[in-house]
């Protein structure tokens, strides 16, 4: 049985809608929760667990702020780990980002995760600290730990995101890639199909990596998703700052979960999207 922690953010709706049928627990601070329970994982006692041998994956986090406000990702995955042991889970998989990279990125090189990490971000600098938090908490006999560096999620970007508000986007161009700047993508079906694949290896206490990068394998042009999404665009003026290709390592992610996180296609991705229900013109 899966819990999900903080289900009402951005991935959380997301698995809400693909998950919908599934005997899936979920958490929230505020809102909405269906098959769950209504807490604060920093100021509530946790309630009993909802079932045996639970898998849960924490997506409770901070993406803006003060220096103050998003180290509270550091005591949401303390809170989440304090849980696992009380509830006796399976495994824990923590909500990270791409962004713990930072600078690494700047070679063009595939980012792995056990290579470099240099976060330029606020954000990224906190995500990397709970990392490493969650990293001290590992001991024999407790629960598995995972932390995901997820990439960018088709819908739940700024770049989809945004265009879904009916914002004019300006795009930076790279000579020579009429395709605009590369990155790693993942399609919100296919963010839920490996999330369900992770959990079922923890289930059958598969052997799972500390780190692990989430995207799909190859990379997805940023003009190719607006091209394919009807999502109004224009260049911008030429940004030498500007990187043509930041992508992650998925092998570690494809050698656990082979194809599950689909392939680097703009238009599938897109159709995901909008076959899911979240947005974004027909």
Known sequence: MICVLGANGKIGRILQRAWADQPVFWQGRQGQVTKGLRWSLLEDAAPPAPAPDLVLINLAGVVRGSDEDLNKNRDLAAAACDLADRWQARHVFHCSSAAVYGAAGLDGLLLAEDGPARPISGYGAAKLAMERSVAARLRDGGPGQTCLRIGNIVGADALIGNGRAGEDVRLDPVL?????????????????????????????????????NIAAPGLVGMADLLRAASIRWHWGAENPQVLGRVGLDTARLEALLPGIAGRADAAAMVAEWRDMGLGGPQ
Do not use: E
């Open 176 to 212: 020579g890639q009429p395709q605009g700047p590369l990155r790693s993508y993942i399609g919100p079906a296919a963010l839920a199909r490996v999330l369900a694949g992770l959990a079922d290896l923890a289930q059958r206490g598969a052997d799972l990596p500390a780190v692990l």
